[in-house]
């Protein structure tokens, strides 16, 4: 099995270079940057300096052997379709909480809680490009886990606000451009594959569809997100089936 590590790397290096081309137009400072990816179509959003998951923070205390299985199994949720891989990272939060919690203690949970804050406020900032309803539903959902997180620490609950703080991460990674455009992508494909022989499609259709699905593949495969979504997304659209 692929180390955690080594899964998370190509995906940092797009998203360094976005976050370039992002910092560019603005003075850098300490503060994250948020901007809407891809919102004509379906929409997603790219934080400069996301609220980190549970593989980044192991990774940032040098802790990936101690994650385990648990994080294998992290990253293998997301190959999953969404509702699946949200059940099997809510049934691994706590196991990776009561690893990392000895490590963090509550003053370096308050710390985390205070960086996803700042990181929150910044996808707030863009609201008015995040046109899609995806992501104003992920939005307001990672800040009630974090509020839940908030209120966890300071009734002393510091595992419990770090399993927060994991769900939190992960809503809004659930709308990151790599995850929409995969999303996307599969929803093309499973609709592709139901309705392959469909009189109500042409040939000339079909030969669209496949051709959009081929290139949203490919570009996703190449990191460039915002076209595999668009791409995706049209398919999408010819097939009914209708992206949410």
Same mark, same amino acid.
């Given at each position: ?5 080594d ?9 360094v ?30 934080l ?12 940032? &205390? ?11 199994g992290?990253?293998? *949720?997301w ?24 490590? !963090? !203690? ?13 990181? !929150? ?6 609201? %008015? ?21 908030? *209120? ?10 770090l399993? &927060?703080?994991?769900? *939190? ?16 992508? &599969? ?19 079909? %030969?669209?569809i496949?051709? !959009?699905?081929?290139g ?13 979504i ?15």
């Amino acid at each position: 099995m692929m180390c955690c590590v080594d899964r998370y790397l190509p995906a940092l290096g797009v998203c360094v270079a976005w976050t370039l081309s992002l910092s560019a137009c603005e003075d850098m400072g300490n503060d994250p940057l948020a901007m809407a990816v891809a919102p004509e179509t379906h929409g997603a959003v790219l934080l400069s300096d996301g609220l980190p998951t549970a593989p980044e923070l192991f990774s940032e &205390h040098d802790l990936v052997g101690q994650g385990g299985e648990e994080l294998n199994g992290w990253w293998d *949720s997301w190959d999953l379709d969404r509702r699946d891989g949200r059940r099997i990272r809510t049934e691994l939060y706590p196991s990776l909480a009561g690893r990392l919690f000895p490590y !963090l !203690l509550e003053d370096g949970v308050a710390d985390l809680l205070a960086r996803n804050e700042k990181s !929150l406020r910044a996808v707030q900032s863009a609201e %008015i490009l995040l046109v899609a309803k995806a992501v104003e539903a992920a939005t307001e959902h990672a800040w009630h886990l974090h509020n839940l997180a908030v *209120s966890a620490l300071e009734r002393g609950r510091g595992e419990l606000a770090l399993v &927060h703080a994991f769900a *939190s991460a992960d809503a809004i990674r659930e709308v990151s451009p790599e995850q929409v455009a995969g999303a996307l992508l &599969h929803q093309a494909r499973e609709a592709l594959r139901r309705n392959k022989d469909a009189e109500s499609y042409s040939e000339e259709e079909l %030969i669209r569809i496949r051709r !959009l699905t081929g290139g949203a593949e490919q570009a996703l495969e190449a990191g460039d997100y915002p076209r595999a979504i668009r791409r995706a997304y049209y398919a999408c659209q010819l097939l009914g089936a209708g992206p949410g």
